[in-house]
Structures are given as C-alpha cells and as structure tokens.
C-alpha cells in the first residue's frame, strides 16, 4: 500500500489521474444546487443532471469533480458509526456518451491498485445480479477471480434516480480490512471487515410510466469514490474521524476542553466526532451564502450549529467555542476550497451569533425543564424529553440526569418513537436525487434546441417558434386571447437570472401581435410568457421579437448600480461584505448582503455621494468573456447564486467594479442618471438589505416626496424647511398633554378606589380588599392598589380593570404579614391571569399580569377573594 497521503494529496491524485485520461477537472458546485427540487448538493453526479437528462449539452465528453457534499437524513449515527457524515467530499470521474463500462471498471483497477496500491487480494468488487457483462470485465479483463466477484440484488447495485427516467447497473468496490478471514461466504454487509469505497454507476437505460426499461441514446458513466473512506484505508485507522481531514478538529475541540480523544470515554469520543464533522458542514455552507434560519437549509445550517454547541457542552466545555473549532475546519478546507478563508469573516460572525442565541436557548430548555418536573409527573414523558431535544437541542441526557436528581426517570421509548418519526420524515426527503422529468417544461428542454440568445447586441430580431405552450400543454397553435408560453430559435429576450428580471417586449408577425410579460429559462430554453393580442400563433411563425427598449434601459441602469453599490459597500462599510441575493427589477433594485449591523445614515450619505460620483465621472463598462480561472485572478467577484461554467462573462467598470455577470448593463455610467438609497434594513440573522432606485425611477419617488411635502406645508403652514421643527413642537405637545390626562386618570382611578376600603375584610389585623375599576389603564390600577395597601395598613389587594375592549388589567399588592403567611402576589395574580386567557406575575409584594378575555374576569375575581379568605382564615 503506497506511504500514507494526506486527504488534500488523496484528491489532488484522483483529480490528476482521470485528467491524464482526458477528463476535464471542473471546480465544485455550490452546495446550494441548481436543482429546486434538493435542498442541498447530495451528490457528486447533481449539477450533472440536466446533461444525463438530455436537457443540456455536455461541454466536455469526460469531466472529473471532488464535489462537496451535505447529507443530514442519518444525522443521529453521526460519531457512532465509523463513516457517517453530514459533510463529506465524493471524488468523481464522468462520462457523458464516451466510454463505458470497460473503460470505467480498468481505471477504477488501475487508481485503486497502481496509483493508490491498494493490494488487489484486498480489494472485491460486486456487480448487479443480471449484468454479466460487467461480471466479465471484473473475470476476463481484471483476472478477479469468480467467486471473489460478489452478485448483488437491485437494493444494493441498480440505481435508479426515481421510478421513472435514467437508471442502470452498478459495480463498486469494496476494501477487505481483514482477508485472513479468508473467502469463504464473503459478507460485504459485514461492515467491521469491509468498507465501499467506490461505486461505478452504468447509466445505459431510461424506465417509462409502465416500469419497462429502454437502453438510452447515450450511455453515460456516474461515479463516487469517498475521500474521506479512501483516507481512512490509505492512512490506516480505525474510522474516517481519525483521519487528518477531521481528526485535526477533534483536537482542537479536546483541547478547549481539557481533554484527550485517545484516553476518553465512548460517549465523549462520540461528540468530539460530531463537532468534528459538524463543523465542516457549517463552515462550507455559510461560505456558500447559506445563513441560519428556521425553514429550508437555513433550518439545516442552525441545527447543525446547536448541536455542535451541545455536544461542546456534553464534552465540558463552558462558554464560547465554535470559533475556534471553525478555524481549524478552515486551515483543512482552504487548500482546495480558498473561499471558505476569504469569507472568513463571514463564517465566524455568523457561528458567534447562533452560538450565543442557542447557549441562551438551553438555558431556556433548562427553565421548561423544570416547569414539567414541577407539576410532579411520574415520569418525564417521551414526547416532552423529545421537544426539549428538537426544540431547545436539549440532550436526553441532560434530561436524564436533571430527572434523577428529582427522583423521577424519562421514558426513553417513547423518546425513540419520536426521534424516529422525525428521521422517516427526513429520510422520505433526502432518500433519492430525482432525474424524473418534472414537467411539460423539462420535457422541451429534451426536444427543443437551446435558444441563441442575441440579446447583448440586438434589440430585434427575426425568430421562429419553436415550441408553444397553453395552460403548461404543448400545442400546435393559439388564437387572440390566449395565455401562451413560447420557445424561440433564437431572442433578443433576457430571461430572468442573477437577479435581474426577463424583458418585456413584442413579437409581431403577418396577422399576429404577441406580448411579452417576461422571459424565464428552463435549461437553455428561454420561456417567453406572454398573451396573443392579435390573431393566430402557430409553432413554425417567424416572427419579429423586439424588446421594449425602455423597460431594458431602467433595468439595466439598475443592475450596473447593484454593481457599484456593492463595490461602495466594501469600501466604505466592510471588505468582507458580500451579496446574499439580489433583485434587479425596471423600476427599482434590491440588495442583500452579509452583515450583524445596521448600516448608519451617515454611511448610506456616503454610499449614495460614491456611487452618484462614480456616475458622474462617466466610467466607460467593458464586457468580455474569459476562463474563470483568468477572470478570479484578475479579482473578479462572483455574484451570489449564479451558476458559472468553464468561460465566464465579466463586466468590469476599470477602477471600480470587476464582477461575473450574465445581466446587461449601460455602456457608460453616465446613463445611470441618479442613485438614490431609499430603505435599509435586516432580513434575516445577519443579512442586511438595500433597497434603491436609478435612473428614470428617481425623478417619479422624488416627485411623490415633492407632493407631501407640499401637501404637509399646507397643512401646517408652513415652509418646507420648516416642518422638523413645526412637527418636534407638536410633537413635545402633544407628550406634554398626555402626561396630563395621565395624571389625571390616575387622580380619578385614586378617587374611584378610595370609595373601595368600605369593602375592605377582616381578619383581625390583616385586611382583604378585590375589587374591579371600570376602564382604569395599567399603571393607574397599580397605583390605585398601592394606594389602598397603604391605606389598609396589613392586607391583601387584588383589583381588576377592563382598560380597552379585548383587554383585561391585573395588580396584586400584599403586605410583609400576608406574605409571611406562604403567599406571594407574582404567583398569586399570575394564577388568577390565567382564568381571563393571560398571564403574568412579578414581586411578592406586587404584581401586574393581563389577560384577553374580560367575560372571565369578574369570576376570576370572586375566585381570588375566596382564596384570600381562605388562606387568611376570614369567614
């Protein structure tokens, strides 16, 4: 077996060793993928898709990926097993319509013994039960021998991507850790001896409706090798945990606890292998624009953060950490992913923030946690312990050991009957990618040549109809009237991508009128989306399509200014902002950006004068296409969420802004006009927005300005210049008033109460007053009971008010006797809140609490007298 390679040798080998066999090496896609129907990149072979599909042209014969990866379906068995993970790399070589099952199964011998020397008596191959012809590559042309070649039911070697479109058989291979057992009723289930390491997929057939299976047009070849499987056989130890991918991490986290992996418990090595796998996932998602929310990926992103933070804890460590684990995950990435050390900035913002929200959350979880033991159940439920773990990431056990102290157990099957609802529901999610063509769109993708988009140029052109749509069916023709979707040749149409949104337009014909709303892509077809004016349309028209020239010179003065505006904010906020999303729209734009705070009006004055500047200084924009390669190293920054092949479109502003882009933008800034910043505010945890206006669209929102202002001078009678000032001595007025009516009010409810000490029970020297004030706000039924205790010396005051409808007003006032006698007025007023659909509480000598519902509150009252007569012993 060749010397021990490091992981970053163990990819670069298998990268180099497929491109010497005339496969292109193609970057890694984001794990946000292309595809709406995944969450996140699950696969090496996704961003493949549309080309085993048929809907996209490949633009190499052979390509070779070390494909970032998230899977969370197996989540729990993470650091339990010795290979599951959330975060993992598959090295993959791919052939689209070039060579086969041979040539796959030779290389994959050949990487495996000769590159990788792994020793050939170790290594066993299995192959679907019905595909001799692989059985036969592996006997005749490799000289495995027959019994070592493993036939396997379709469970285990057919993939299939759904229960219709691509599929085939596979071959993978497995590593024998221990051949002395010898070959005797091999077991590759047995997974203490072997570990896939390999698996070689044959896409050669397409399965229909009726589950019958076509050989495809093209034969294509999918496959994965785990890197970090292949790390864990190369380097010689016992999981994938202790390779120098992860292990690394591991001792980062050990050490901030005072610990050592080697000398510790199963279950503390455990979270020490979920922080180290973990903390690779976080890293790489937040890099790739992911931010932590509670729905979609977001919601991944945030659990995978609390539960490194909790098994930080089940491991000792008290306080703050992640950062630190993170930056260790970032020295082992940064060789083959450099964009996880430039965002750094970003990742470990966004990981101190969800760490301290969620060490406030346990905190939380520790309070519930004691309301249920409180009401003295005899067991902690399951369902209640699971709550505590899916919603306040709780351990069970935490819950335990909490639970024991009180004398109380949890009901663990319970627990486990939860836990595994949750887990179905996810596996449902996660179990396959699905390359079934989804809809009548997808379908046109397949049949319909990709449309020549002239529209960098031209503004009108000559087209032919090449598909159209009605109600999502395909048809041949359409009259006036009709709601159509329609494929062109060729289009001077944008559609809709990077955010900026498709043109609008026209097509014109002999006897037909057909507009255009907007353009959106489905693979490379552009949709146009529009409705028959004027007579009828049929597949096979030629037709004149002309955009409207105004709509596209307002968008893009707005997509150049998202331009400069991003340029603006890393020079005058952060260097290390960068775009979370983006709308660039006719008549306005939105940017969104990765940031903790609120940008200050000082700095959007700033942004607005360097931007109008740079408008104003004329920059004529360059456009070019370029490798990608050459245009990251001329400092181009990649717009958020867009996808970007081997060449890429650059639009430079020289001085200012070099960025990739597909939009279209003005030739001069000069043709921006005006900027103008009108709204700025968060989004979400740590994403900032930007709304602005260029262009045409200044001069209509300062006219709008203009009328209120006009309409606000008149009303006030006053200058322009003059309104601050008019509305501040307005404004200090109108406080100064309501002060007054709110003495007044507490005056009256003082005068109201007074009345009350008649009422007033006794018990010998401690008296008892509940009584209720008609529309009597808050903080005047607090002073009015105050009032009244002092008046009654030692005693008891609970009074109640309706001060708006739908509303109901609490105060308990007690003094040091009654609370000598067990009695305190937070938990006292908070019980009796409840009984009006509310709640509350506060000190034991007084207490406010509200409530929804007053029909409950006169009840609620009696109730409350009674229980003070009760504890104070009053008949």
């Known amino acids: 077996m060749v010397a021990s390679l490091s992981g970053a040798q163990i990819r670069q080998t298998f990268l180099d060793f497929y491109a010497a066999k ?60 010795a290979r599951h993970h959330t975060y993992f790399e598959m090295l993959g070589n791919f052939s689209f319509g070039d060579y086969f099952k041979e040539q796959a199964i030779a290389w994959a011998w050949e990487l495996s013994t000769e590159v990788y020397k792994l020793p050939p008596d170790r290594i066993v191959p299995s192959v679907f039960e019905e595909d001799d012809e692989a059985f036969a590559i592996w006997r005749d042309k490799i000289g495995i021998p027959e019994h070592r070649i493993q ?80 790390a864990q056989i190369l380097q010689k130890v016992p999981n994938n945990y202790e390779t120098d991918l992860i292990f690394p991490i591991i001792e980062t986290a050990a050490k901030i606890a005072g610990i050592r992996y080697k000398k510790s418990k199963a279950k503390t090595k455990t979270s020490l292998k979920v922080v180290g796998d973990h903390v690779r996932s976080v890293v790489q998602m937040i890099a790739d624009g992911i931010t932590a929310s509670n729905v979609g990926r977001g919601y991944v992103l945030r659990r995978l953060i609390r539960r490194v933070v909790r098994h930080g804890q ?36 966004e990981l101190e923030r969800e760490e301290a929200q969620f060490l406030k959350t346990l905190n939380r979880g520790e309070k519930l946690l004691g309301e249920i033991m409180a009401k003295k159940p005899k067991q902690i439920s399951g369902k209640d312990a699971f709550d505590l773990y899916d919603t306040y990431g709780f351990p069970l056990e935490l819950t335990q050991e909490i639970a024991a102290e009180q004398g109380l157990t949890v009901d663990e099957d319970g627990f486990a009957k939860a836990m595994k609802e949750q887990q179905d529901r996810g596996r449902s999610a996660h179990k396959t990618i699905d390359l079934t063509v989804q809809s009548t769109l997808e379908q046109l993708a397949a049949t319909v040549h990709p449309t020549d988009f002239l529209g960098y140029t031209d503004f009108s052109t000559k087209a032919k109809v090449a598909a159209l749509l009605v109600k999502g069916e395909t048809v041949d023709k359409a009259s006036a009237g009709s709601e159509v979707q329609i494929a062109l040749d060729q289009t001077p149409f944008y559609a809709e991508s990077g955010g900026q949104i498709g043109d609008r337009g026209y097509l014109n014909g002999k006897d037909v009128v057909v507009r255009i709303e907007d353009v959106q892509k489905e693979s490379d077809i552009f949709i146009h989306y529009g409705r028959i004016e004027r ?144 709204a700025e505010a968060g989004v979400a945890s740590g994403v900032r927005r930007i709304e602005a206006i260029a262009g045409p669209a200044v001069l209509e929102y300062l006219n709008v300005r203009d009328a209120v202002v006009r309409d606000l001078s008149d009303r006030f009678k006053a200058k322009p210049e003059e309104l601050p000032e008019r509305i501040t001595t307005l404004q200090t007025d109108l406080k100064t008033t309501q002060k007054q009516l709110d003495a007044l009010k507490a005056q009256l409810a003082l005068v109201k109460s007074e009345q009350l000490l008649e009422q007033a029970e006794s018990a010998g020297a401690v008296k008892v007053l509940v009584s209720q004030l008609e529309r009597v706000d808050p903080e005047s039924l607090k002073t009015a009971a105050e009032r009244l205790l002092q008046k009654l010396g030692e005693g008891a005051v609970v009074l109640g008010s309706v001060p708006a409808e739908g509303k109901v007003s609490l105060v308990a006032a007690f003094s040091p006797k009654v609370i000598e ?55």
């Open 535 to 678: 007579g009828t349309l049929k597949v096979g028209n030629k037709l004149t399509a002309q955009i409207d020239l105004a709509c596209r010179r307002q968008v893009q003065a707005h997509h150049t200014a998202t331009h400069l505006l991003q340029a603006a904010l890393k020079n005058i906020v952060d260097e290390s902002i960068g775009q979370a999303g983006s709308l660039v729209a006719f008549d306005r734009l939105r940017f969104d950006f990765n940031y903790n705070q609120a940008v200050t009006p000082e700095q959007i004055q700033e942004i607005e004068t360097q931007i109008n500047t740079w408008i104003a200084e004329a920059h004529t924009t360059e456009t070019e296409v370029m490798p990608i390669a050459e245009a990251k190293a001329k400092g181009a920054v990649a717009m958020f969420g867009e996808k970007y092949g081997a060449e890429v479109r650059v639009m430079d502003v020289p001085g200012v802004s070099m960025e990739l882009c597909g939009g279209t933008h003005v030739k001069n800034t000069s043709e921006i006009g005006l900027f103008k910043i009108v």
């Open 314 to 349: 089940l491991i000792g460590i008290d306080g703050a950490f992640i950062t630190q684990v993170a930056e260790t995950a970032i020295v082992s990435l940064e060789v083959a992913y450099p964009e996880v050390r430039e965002r750094e900035k970003i990742i470990k913002t």
């Open 22 to 81: 005339g496969h292109k090496i193609l970057p890694s896609a984001s794990l946000v993928p292309e595809d709406p129907t995944v969450l996140l990149t699950i696969a090496g072979m996704l961003p493949f898709k549309p080309i085993f599909l048929g809907q996209r042209e490949a633009e190499v014969p052979r390509a070779t990926t070390s494909q970032k990866c998230i899977r969370t379906n197996d989540i729990e068995n993470v650091g339990k097993t």
């Open 821 to 875: 006698q067990g009695l305190q007025a937070g938990k006292f007023v908070g019980a009796i809140a409840k009984q009006c659909g509310g709640g509350g509480g506060g000190r034991p000598n007084l207490a406010q609490a509200g409530g929804r519902d007053p029909s409950k509150l006169e009840a609620a009252l009696n109730d409350a007298q009674q229980q003070l007569r009760d504890a104070l012993q009053i008949s």
């Open 151 to 230: 036939r396997m039911g379709a469970d285990d070697n057919f993939w299939a991507s759904g229960p219709t479109g691509p599929c085939g058989p596979c071959s993978e291979l497995y590593y024998d850790f221990h051949p002395e057992k010898g070959d005797d009723n091999l077991d590759l289930e047995d997974d203490t001896r072997f570990i896939e390491y390999y698996n070689l997929v044959f896409m050669e057939y397409n399965r229909d409706s009726d589950g019958k299976l076509a050989p495809l047009k093209n034969k294509n070849i999918d496959t994965g090798l785990g890197l970090e499987r292949m």
